[in-house]
């Protein structure tokens, strides 16, 4: 059975969007994983088909109903429901439910590769000023961020989790080791930021390649590399780097 991902929205035509295209669109056309969507408001139950409400207490926006909210991750939750064609329903496991919110904790690599390595997700996206309390708490919906700063609504966050989990399914990325040495992905560089890359031509614009890289030496290559790698995360993210620093059993730097 492939990995499936549910999402919940009021804007179902945003998908699979820039998720059809490129290696996740092929992926999704090779079956490695799967897409629906479902429309939120297709569970609201009054005739003005409504979907959310003024907040209790007052202040600006509003709130996405629990009761509606509740019958829609009932639906993508149900065995068998979302399930592929002709699969067993009592082989359905149940897929984690996240809701998208800058409350979240913050995505991580550690995080896509939990959600990669299970049988998929479901996703909340939000609108509005967010979620009734109550449906995150009765669902024990995990809260993710992908960022800090606010989105106009989930989808966006929705579809970068989703093209981080599935280029992580297996026989999606072509070129093995790409996946394991590239930012984040622990091993060797442990969280450590990617060294620079370069190609043809070897000098462009008065620009020239690192010598190193055209001498041949694997082992001075794989030096330099590294070198680079640490000099980058130091630069950029000292939180990176003292992290890498304590993994390696290096002392951190005292704080600036
Ligand atoms: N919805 C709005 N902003 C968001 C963010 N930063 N991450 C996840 N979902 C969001």
Redesign the pocket.
């Known amino acids: 059975m492939s990995w499936r991902a549910t999402i919940l929205t009021l804007f179902p035509e945003m998908f699979p969007g820039p998720l059809g295209q490129s290696l996740a669109g092929r992926a999704l056309r090779e079956g490695r994983w799967a897409l629906d969507s479902l429309d939120i408001r297709g569970f609201a139950t009054d005739r003005h088909r409504s979907v959310d409400d003024t907040p209790f207490g007052g202040g600006a926006g509003m709130v996405l109903r629990p009761d509606v909210v509740d019958a829609a991750l009932a639906a993508a939750l149900a065995p068998g429901e979302a399930a592929p064609e002709g699969a067993p329903e009592a082989a359905a496991i149940p897929r984690p439910a996240l809701y998208?919110?800058?409350r979240?904790r913050l995505?991580d690599q550690a995080l896509v590769r939990e959600l990669a390595a299970g049988p998929g997700v479901i996703l909340l996206?939000?609108r509005f000023e967010g979620v009734d309390q109550r449906v995150i708490e009765a669902r024990g919906l995990r809260e993710?961020?992908?960022?800090?700063?606010?989105?106009?609504?989930?989808e966006p966050?929705a579809m970068v989790l989703l093209d981080a989990c599935v280029r992580l399914l297996p026989g999606v990325m072509g070129g093995a080791g790409s996946a394991e040495e590239e930012s984040f992905s622990g091993g060797g560089r442990e969280a450590l930021l990617e060294y620079p890359h370069y190609t043809r031509p070897a000098e462009w614009q008065g620009r020239p390649v690192p010598p190193v890289l055209l001498s041949g030496h694997h082992a001075e290559v794989a030096r330099w590399r590294q070198a680079a790698a640490e000099r980058i995360t130091a630069e950029r993210r000292p939180d990176l780097w003292a992290r890498h620093l304590r993994a390696a059993g290096r002392a951190a730097p005292p704080p600036r």
């Not at 993710?144 to 989105?151: A, Q």
Request: glycine letters at 26%; hydrophobic letters at 35%; charged letters at 5%.
């Open positions: 998208l919110t800058p979240g995505l996206c939000g993710v961020s992908i960022g800090d700063y606010v989105l106009s609504g989930g966050a």
